[in-house]
């Protein structure tokens, strides 16, 4: 495979979860009016994932770039606005150093933030610098102001910078969605369950044999198979970088509660600490779905769904709960050979920022346009295939890092598990510089974030969001001094409350993106 047309002939995408459609509906849109054929194979007795409910603001672009409207997936997916996600009980408020710090939001910020996301940053660094100023991010970011309303990203009228937002949705359906839609637009597909993998001499893959159609060959396999990472793993061989030395949790047990539709409906997902972990509360249009995440190592299965019981409160009553294994961790290659993995198959991380479905976007875009760039750049694909998997494991590593961030700078202290987060070590220089540089007065925060190229996924605003939400300034503070200037967070606040006035209230934007069949979900109520 070293010399390569700018796009492949044949392309056998293995796997029917989230991943095998984000990425045949990406290829799809490529490279099929260019002549490539696609077939996507997908086993009915190994089940998928059937979790990922949340996303980042990226999602609005997938469906953006496909040409399908919010009317469109949105009420065929159960989907609801996603504004950011809150962090309660992540720290220890017995503790006065971080009494005010109960909670806090991560919002999806965007240029509408610019003025008062400045003032944040400014009031934080002289807090740091142990002034006396607020620095709670909640004061902020309007996202964080809409989402506490039940408002919707959405303004009555276009304001004149975009909001960024993000979405929840039933991951199963929106599968659905996607399947639908390219089977209509003749997509080859076949249900079947890869047994065997035939590989060349030069150890590409050949052929794979399916348990009831023979052998499929294709120049390109792109491995959707989810954690059993089938033909990446399995059949290649590549290897895997373990991240449980860094990221404790290693199960999740989830439970779907009902939700009702005429009460308002959050736009936030929250993420609360609990005793070995965390829980996700993720609204939908239809139902709750609700999860905990956690490590096996201080918490059994059984205390673990007693305790998500517990925390949801009467509704999960007689709700069935369904424990799922997680492999943490990412291959050292993702494009080797002539497979291509995407999705849990290549790696996860953590749902706690709710970036999978991000990277399965960002893999597969960059994907083809890395293989399109080839030809023009008259590069060897084994060079091509460094460049793509250096760049992809940055920004893997740079999502590990925010989320191993937010564990060790938790502030519990009622549980091992916690304890043991924050004294926790085995973390890049990366995060260690950050780290000590945030909590050393003098330094340049944003500056060492910029050293080390740690803004390739989250941005100086949200590492500050992270350090400040979670209450790390110092305990002793002194009054401002009269020629110290401070951004005037009582403006602030005002301002952002007439703002957030000029927003749909959740349930009236999703009645409107509904349309009837919004007032089919109150009927059901
Ligand atoms: C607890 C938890 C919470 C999560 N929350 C979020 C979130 O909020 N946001 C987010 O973006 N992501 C989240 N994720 C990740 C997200 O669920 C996945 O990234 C996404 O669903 C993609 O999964 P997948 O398609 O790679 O794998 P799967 O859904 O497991 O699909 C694998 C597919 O491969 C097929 N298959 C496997 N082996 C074979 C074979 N031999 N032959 C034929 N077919 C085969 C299966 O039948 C299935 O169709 C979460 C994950 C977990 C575990």
Sequence with gaps: MSVISSQPKKVIILGGGSAGWMAASLIHKAWAKKGTEILLIESDVISKI?????????LRLFFKHLGISEQEWMPECNATYKCGISFPGWT????????DYPAYIHPFYSQADWKTGNAFMHNARL??????VPAHPDDYWLQSYLAKNFKA??????????MDYGYHFDSALVGNFLKKRLLSMGLSHLIDTVDDVNLSDSGQISSIITKDNGAHSADLFIDCTGFAARLIGQALKVDFIDYSDCLFNDRAVAIQTPIDCSKDIPSNTT????SSGWAWQIPLSNRYGNGYVYSSKYITDDEAEKELREHIGPSSKDQDARVIKMRLGRVSQHWHKNVLAVGLSQGFIEP??????????????????????MQGAKREVIAQQGIFNNQLNEVFESIK?????????NSRTDSQYWCDNRENKNNSARLTALLSAWHTPGEDFEAELHRHNAELTYFAPSWYCLFAGKGHFPTSLNKPSSNTKVAPVAEIIKYCHQVSQQFYNHNEQLAKVYDERWHKLEAHR
């Excluded at 059937?50 to 990226?58: K, L």
């Excluded at 807090?127 to 006396?132: A, K, M």
Aim: net charge negative; glycine share 6%; no cysteine.
């Design 50 to 58: 059937g979790v990922g409910e949340g996303s980042t603001p990226s």
């Design 127 to 132: 807090r740091r610098e142990g002034i006396d």
């Design 271 to 274: 993420s609360t600490a609990l």
């Design 92 to 99: 220890s408020i017995d503790n006065p150093a971080y009494a």
């Design 401 to 409: 890092d925010y989320i191993v961030a937010h564990y060790r700078l």
């Design 153 to 162: 990203p959405i303004a009555f009228q276009q304001l004149r910078d975009e």
């Design 352 to 373: 706690l920022e709710a970036t999978a479905l991000m990277l399965i976007q960002h893999t597969v875009e960059s994907f083809i346009s890395s293989y399109e760039d």
